[in-house]
């Protein structure tokens, strides 16, 4: 059975700083893996989608990396700021699942 | 260009009555997913339906729980008999494939009274 970790559970750092999110996960079976934004009351933002046979994938100032084998994805946040803040989720998709696996997240606080 | 609708995004029900979400997913997208999620915690796949089918439903309560996507309008996930615990935030995704990038709906927040 899948199951997501995030660590930390939550953050919080001077504006400007760069910063990275930690996930991993328990199957290397995986089809994707995706990080989304979630803002307080409010739905999920995709920021990034790995599949499985990537490495790695970039917009702006962020930068997920997937580690197969080891079962690790690492978002990386450059020149953090205070819009920044949110919960980040990670969440993969099984081989041959047809459901996606959530982590419980990491909530990020940018101080101005 | 709309997004994933939900609604409505809260729904207040007592003890007892029945709640029925809607969700219509991105346009031209027939993969449609149901999610909860509890306070301080992550999302918990519920059920996984395309259009006229369910595919997965691992995830949704034996009881009281039901959802459907039909041919015409909206997926919706049906709630019978309401408990407090069932208060929480539901949220829909859909994605062109079963195996593509997801969008997400604003959610709906139930609260059972």
């Known amino acids: 059975k899948q199951e997501v970790t995030q660590i930390p559970a939550a953050l919080s750092v001077p504006e400007g700083e760069n910063l990275v999110l930690n996930c991993s996960f328990t199957?290397?079976?995986?089809?994707?893996l995706q990080w989304f934004r979630q803002d307080p009351g409010k739905g999920l933002t995709s920021l990034l989608l790995?599949?499985?046979?990537?490495r790695e994938q970039t917009s702006g100032r962020l930068n997920a990396s997937l580690d197969k084998s080891s079962g690790r994805s690492t978002l990386y946040i450059a020149a953090s700021q205070p819009g920044d803040s949110a919960t980040y989720l990670c969440?993969?998709?099984?081989?041959?699942?047809?459901?996606?696996?959530f982590g419980a997240g990491t909530r990020l606080f940018v101080k101005a | 260009n709309a997004g994933v609708m939900q609604n409505p995004r809260h729904l207040v029900r007592r003890r007892g009555q029945e709640a029925r979400l809607r969700c219509s997913p991105m346009?031209?997208?027939?993969?449609v997913y149901w999610y909860r999620q509890l306070p301080e915690e992550g999302l918990k796949f519920m059920v996984y339906?395309?259009?006229?089918?369910?595919?997965?439903e691992s995830g949704m309560p034996k009881e009281r729980f039901s959802a459907e996507f039909p041919k015409e309008g909206p997926s919706i996930l049906r709630i019978q008999q309401v408990v407090r615990g069932d208060s929480a935030a539901y949220f829909c995704?859909?994605?062109?494939?079963?195996?593509?990038?997801?969008?997400f709906g604003s959610g709906t927040q139930l609260s059972v009274l």
């Open positions: 969440a993969v998709k099984d081989l041959g699942g047809f459901k996606t696996i």
């Open positions: 339906l395309q259009k006229e089918n369910i595919i997965d």
């Open positions: 346009k031209g997208h027939s993969h």
């Open positions: 790995i599949q499985s046979s990537q």
């Open positions: 995704a859909s994605s062109a494939q079963g195996g593509e990038k997801l969008f």
């Open positions: 199957d290397s079976a995986i089809y994707n």
